[in-house]
Structures are given as C-alpha cells and as structure tokens.
C-alpha cells in the first residue's frame, strides 16, 4: 500500500522548535519531490517547503524562510521540516505530499493525513 505518514507534531510554545517527518511506505521517495502544506482552521491550505528530488533544489514560503529547514534522509525514506522560532501563526496541520517535480506539486498524487502543531503558551 502506497502512503506518506506525518510524524513530529505536538504542542511547543513560542520561540520553540519541532521537527516534522514524512515516511513513505510501499514506493520509494528517492525520485519525487517532496513538499510541505499546512493549514490552519478556517483557512487555505498553504504551501510551506519544498524539495527536489535531487535534494539540491528547496524552497520555502516567506513567512517562514530562515526559520524552516527541509532535508531529505534518502537511506530512511523520509524527508524531514525542521522548525525552529515558532510563532503562533504557524500553528496549522501539517502534511507532506509526493510529486514527480516541483513543478506539479500542487496535483501531488500522494498525500499524508496530516500531523498537528500547535503553537501556544
């Protein structure tokens, strides 16, 4: 069975750090990028990080360059987001997709459930 699976999410205060996993299971990641989305109650899913299948092309939304990272462990299957000064803003569900490029990230064809994160004193 072909799945991503976000891991990582929690409740963290202001200023704090969490690291996202997306594990894949039945097909290998090595040649699809990998991205990240969050949405937050009421809104828009959001496009949050992207990378290549390479691993040398990322991207990031502005509202979270400098404070997001994300990397790929090929060996593990997963990709990682790290998130470091986290703000309350960015409390939302996250989920990772998989695509063939960059480019048709936004109809990936595989999808996580969605991890939770919480930002809140």
């Known amino acids: 069975q072909v799945q991503l699976v976000e891991s990582g999410g929690g409740l963290v205060q202001p200023g704090g750090s969490l690291r996202l996993s997306c594990a894949a299971s039945?097909?290998?990641?090595?040649?699809?990028?990998i991205g990240w989305f969050r949405q937050a109650p009421g809104k828009e899913r959001e496009f949050v990080a992207v990378?290549?299948?390479?691993?040398?092309?990322?991207d990031y939304a502005d509202s979270v360059k400098g404070r997001f990272t994300i990397s790929r462990d090929y060996l593990g299957n997963t990709v990682y987001l790290q998130m470091n000064s986290l703000k309350s803003e960015d409390t939302a569900v996250y989920y990772c997709a998989a695509a063939p490029t960059i480019a048709t990230m936004t109809r990936a064809p595989y999808w996580g459930q969605g991890t939770q994160v919480t930002v809140s004193s």
């Open positions: 990378i290549s299948g390479s691993g040398i092309g990322t």
């Open positions: 039945g097909f290998t990641l090595d040649y699809y990028a």
